[in-house]
């Protein structure tokens, strides 16, 4: 079975290296990634997961793997900030508490496509005007749900994580093993 990625983030395929996995092909699916109404984040990540899966072509060898990465704090879905100032508002709104950061990992065979979510909850601790403006800073918040990576500089702010560290990074490593091996890819030669 050849593995294909349907996601352009260099963070995945850093991932999927840790299990020694180099896909064969890396398509990114395009869609509307719009949250419909009053979806929940752990509904909406989902359904992101399923449908970048279902807009990925599928070949009668392949298994392709997509995901999505939320951040919730409560029922309000924090995405990618368009800009400084959305990023900004979504590290105040995080200082000091708890938030949820949900990725969905979907995998397409031609038998269909399957799904399964992980939920990891994440301490922010309370940060200074400084701090915020320091990391604002660094652009390390463009593209990044929520507005900050685990894995860059903000992990200064991160005190403890309760779940899947990859999973906020990207791509559950544990979950997105099973998944794979039970679609039929080879891991462990």
Known sequence: MRLVLGSGSPRRLELLA???LTPD????????????GAEKPRDYVRRMARQKAEASACAADEVVLCADTTVAVGRRILGKPADAAEAEAFLRLMSGRRHKVITAISVKTPNGVRVKDVVTDVKMKRLSDAEIGGYIATDDWRGKAGGYAIQGPASAFIPWVAGSYSAVVGLPLAETANLLQSSGLEIWK
């Not at 092909?25 to 419909?36: F, K, L, Q, T």
């Open 18 to 20: 840790q299990l020694g």
């Open 25 to 36: 092909d890396v398509r990114a699916p395009d869609i509307n990634e719009d949250p419909i």
